[in-house]
Structures are given as structure tokens and as C-alpha cells.
């Protein structure tokens, strides 16, 4: 049974995901999002789903994914009502494993300043796209960087640095990569494939293009990815496996906050940090607070914080469109 409090509480999430992480960056989605929390009806239908299905990013994709893109709010409302059983069925089969290949160009500055060849190693991998910075292109302000010459077209991603970022002179060297997800997807499945498009919203139709251009690059190249979760045994199994000559890095980007339990979090941190030469975090500030860094010193509204061996390095943009380091 939904109670006025349960609408309350999804009504503050909805508008909080439209003025933090909408507003600026989809339009449609602020206004969406914006709508719902305001409208007792669909609030009281997502209310009925178990709690970590009630998220508006997936939400929206499941509609998407089922109608395609809306025109306004009415029309999205009235799909949802007539036809919320088939949107149930999608957001209780399906998850926001929103893999953006884009956040490579915010973590290769790190990895490439790291004692070369690398072992990476990425929990919350989803298909593995960003477990291939090797072999995208990036263009920052003063420096551009492209693998070597290949057969098959790949992305390049755009990235603002601030002055103080030291931007790498040449790609890593990755001599082994695995993965690690709850529910691993596979880049060359055409239906798997469509989901994570599904996740780009709607504006973004550059992000698509290069989504599309990194799903084919790793569907060729069909990286390891375990199942498992972060605390279970797979994690530490992979990290033993990991060549001893290499520079062992375990990172993540957006996979923290789906584990609730902040004693969890803590436990993950321990364990990362006793099996890994480098571990790189790349989370909302909130997420690990023992980082020292407050949400409110973040340069923009859902900024994430990145952070190498638990010290705080820079604020990044979600998808990696920008970095700053912090502090600045």
C-alpha cells in the first residue's frame, strides 16, 4: 500500500533529479521529471514498484524504449497510464547500467600517468565500454590524442580540462582487462545494444553517435566480465588473476550509490584499497565522505568527484565532458 509519505519522498526525488542532473542537459527530461513530481497519479503508479525501480533514469528509458521519445508531458502521462503494466514489466527486467564511454577522457589522465602496462580492472563494467580507453580518440583544449591507425572507426571524445589538469601525452598500455556486474551485458547483442542508446537521453545525439562507435569497437574485442557483486568472492578472484608486472587499477564511475548500505561502501573501500596497486573512484561527492570533499564545494550541479587511493583529485562531469581539479 503506497502512503501520502512514500509519494512525498519519490516526489522530491523526481524534482530532484530535474534541477540537479535535467536542468542544463535535456530539456525534455527536466520537464518530464518535473511533471511527475507534481502528478499524484503516475506517482502513486512508480510507487508500486519495489524501491530501486522507482529511478527516473529508468523510468524514462523503459518509456522510451517502449513509445520512443515524447512530445510534451501530456503525451508521456498518458502512455503511463494506460499502459503502465507493459513499463512495469520493462523497469522490473531491465536496470540503469548507463555504460558512457565518455568517462574515459576524465580517468586518462590518470592512467596514463600510472607506471606502465596496465591491468584493469572495472567494477560495475555493464558491457565493458569503458574498459577500452586505449583505443578511443580524445580531443581536450590544447591536446589531442588517437590510437593507432585501425580498420574500424572509433569515437573521440570531447573533454574541457581546466588550466591546472595535466593532460596525458600518449594512451595507456593495457596488457589485461576485465570486468565485474551484477547483470554483464553483452556490446554485440543488438537488443542489449539498444538498451544502453535507450540510456542516452534524448538531446544527446553526438553521445549516441560515439556510443554507438565504442559499442562496435568492444563487440569485436568481447572483453571478460564476471558475474558477481563487489563484497562476493569473483571481485578479489579477478584481482589475483590480473598480471603481477602490471600496474593492477580497479575503477568505477556511477556504481556506489546503488549500493545503500554506507557500511558496505566502507567494506568495498577496505577491500579495494588491500588488493589493488591503484584504485580510482569516480562517484557523486556524497557517496564516499570520508574523502574530506563536501557536495557544495562541487564546481556544478551532479558533478561527480574523482578520487585516486581515497584522495580527492578533481571534479568531473557524469559523462565526461569536463574536468577540474580540486580545489580550483
Known amino acids: 500500500m503506497t502512503t501520502s509519505v512514500d509519494r512525498d519522498a519519490l516526489s522530491a526525488r523526481y524534482h530532484r533529479f530535474a534541477v540537479r542532473e535535467a536542468s542544463g542537459r535535456s530539456p525534455l527530461y527536466e520537464q518530464l521529471t518535473l511533471g511527475v513530481s507534481q502528478d499524484a497519479e503516475v506517482l502513486g503508479l512508480i510507487a508500486s514498484l519495489p524501491q530501486p525501480k522507482q529511478q527516473p533514469n529508468?523510468?524514462?528509458?523503459?518509456?522510451?524504449?517502449?513509445?520512443?521519445?515524447?512530445?510534451?508531458?501530456?503525451?508521456?502521462?498518458?502512455?503511463?497510464?494506460?499502459?503502465?503494466?507493459?513499463?512495469?514489466?520493462?523497469?522490473?527486467?531491465?536496470?540503469?547500467?548507463?555504460?558512457?564511454?565518455?568517462r574515459c577522457a576524465v580517468l586518462l589522465p590518470v592512467l596514463s600517468g600510472l607506471p606502465q602496462p596496465l591491468a584493469l580492472l572495472e567494477v560495475g563494467a555493464s558491457a565493458g565500454l569503458c574498459l577500452f580507453p586505449d583505443r578511443y580518440g580524445y580531443d581536450y583544449p590544447s591536446r589531442s590524442l588517437r590510437p593507432p591507425a585501425q580498420d574500424q572507426p572509433h569515437p573521440v571524445f570531447p573533454c574541457r580540462a581546466g588550466a591546472d589538469v595535466e593532460l596525458?601525452?600518449?594512451?595507456?598500455?593495457?596488457?589485461?582487462?576485465?570486468?565485474?556486474?551484477?547483470?554483464?551485458?553483452?556490446?554485440?547483442d543488438p537488443d542489449e545494444a539498444a538498451w544502453l542508446e535507450t540510456l542516452v537521453w534524448?538531446?544527446?545525439?553526438?553521445?549516441?553517435?560515439?556510443?554507438?562507435?565504442?559499442l562496435d569497437t568492444v563487440a569485436e574485442e568481447r572483453p571478460r566480465i564476471v558475474e558477481g557483486d563487489l563484497l562476493g568472492p569473483k571481485f578479489e578472484a579477478?584481482?589475483?588473476?590480473?598480471?603481477?608486472?602490471?600496474?593492477?587499477?580497479?575503477?568505477?564511475?556511477?556504481?556506489?550509490?546503488?549500493?545503500?548500505?554506507?557500511?558496505?561502501?566502507?567494506?568495498?573501500?577496505?577491500?579495494?584499497?588491500?588488493?589493488?596497486?591503484?584504485?580510482?573512484?569516480?562517484?557523486?561527492?556524497?557517496?564516499?565522505?570520508?574523502?574530506?570533499?563536501?557536495?557544495?564545494?562541487?564546481?556544478?550541479?551532479?558533478?561527480?568527484?574523482?578520487?585516486v587511493n581515497a584522495q580527492a583529485a578533481a571534479w568531473t562531469d557524469p559523462h565526461g565532458a569536463w574536468i577540474e581539479p580540486v580545489g580550483h
Open 58 to 102: 529508468l523510468l524514462l528509458a523503459a518509456y522510451r524504449h517502449l513509445f520512443g521519445v515524447p512530445a510534451s508531458y501530456s503525451e508521456f502521462r498518458q502512455a503511463l497510464v494506460d499502459r503502465f503494466d507493459a513499463v512495469r514489466a520493462i523497469m522490473l527486467d531491465r536496470s540503469t547500467q548507463t555504460n558512457e564511454p565518455g
Open 238 to 307: 579477478l584481482c589475483r588473476q590480473a598480471p603481477q608486472d602490471a600496474t593492477l587499477v580497479v575503477f568505477h564511475t556511477a556504481v556506489l550509490a546503488y549500493v545503500p548500505s554506507h557500511d558496505d561502501r566502507m567494506r568495498f573501500a577496505t577491500l579495494v584499497s588491500s588488493l589493488a596497486d591503484v584504485w580510482i573512484c569516480n562517484e557523486a561527492p556524497g557517496v564516499m565522505p570520508h574523502f574530506g570533499v563536501s557536495p557544495a564545494e562541487a564546481p556544478a550541479q551532479g558533478a561527480f568527484l574523482l578520487s
Open 168 to 188: 596525458p601525452d600518449r594512451l595507456p598500455q593495457i596488457v589485461w582487462r576485465a570486468g565485474l556486474d551484477l547483470n554483464p551485458l553483452d556490446a554485440g
Open 202 to 214: 534524448p538531446e544527446q545525439q553526438g553521445r549516441r553517435d560515439r556510443l554507438r562507435l565504442a
